[in-house]
């Protein structure tokens, strides 16, 4: 009889490659399970906004001008991170009225109690006949493509306050719900 003889094994540098390939494999399950695992069990918290705010601005300029903004805006936001904004009124310089007919497209993101919104197009309704230097600085700089404001929020009961410095604050709600009834 003779002596069992082991059985044969792998030479090293292949039992190392194997061990390597499992390490590395191991490493990038870890690294990315937990991430797929929060995006697909964190829910997605954000939902529809409407905002619509009666507005009166009377500024008067350096020189002693009056100019007076009446109308109203309308916001809406998508839960995706876009939304639209848009306002209808007036603009008084003097004595020249203008015809304010503007609306926006933007994304937006929210920061803590902050939301920086960032116009992507902007346009002139068919009534529109103010100059665009008036409305950017006297009705809303959002209405020219590539602006970028910062609101504050804060939650008010089923809705959401929103405004910045030099704008008074908007009551904004989720948009009613239909019954599937």
Not at 19 to 48: E, M
Request: positive net charge.
């Amino acid at each position: 009889m003779s002596p069992a003889s082991p059985p044969p094994t792998a030479s090293p540098p292949a039992a190392r490659r194997i061990t390597r390939r499992t390490l590395w494999l191991g490493v990038a399950v870890a690294a990315i399970v937990p991430w797929i695992a929060a995006w697909s069990l964190v829910p997605d918290k954000r939902i529809d906004w409407r905002c619509l705010a009666d507005l009166e601005f009377d500024t008067v300029t350096t020189d002693g001008k009056l100019v007076q903004v009446v109308g109203t805006m309308a916001s809406e936001y998508a839960r995706n991170g876009t939304g639209t904004a848009r306002f209808a009124g007036r603009i008084r310089e003097v004595d020249t009225m203008h015809v304010v007919h503007r609306m926006s497209e933007f994304e937006y993101v929210a920061l803590d109690s902050m939301v920086r919104v960032s116009t992507v197009r902007a346009s002139r309704l068919k009534t529109d006949d103010a100059p665009d230097d008036l409305v950017f600085q006297y009705v809303y700089g959002g209405f020219k493509p590539g602006h970028t404001d910062y609101f504050q929020a804060m939650r008010t009961g089923s809705g959401m306050s929103v405004g910045f410095n030099d704008r008074p604050r908007v009551f904004c709600a989720a948009p009613p719900t239909t019954d599937p009834r």
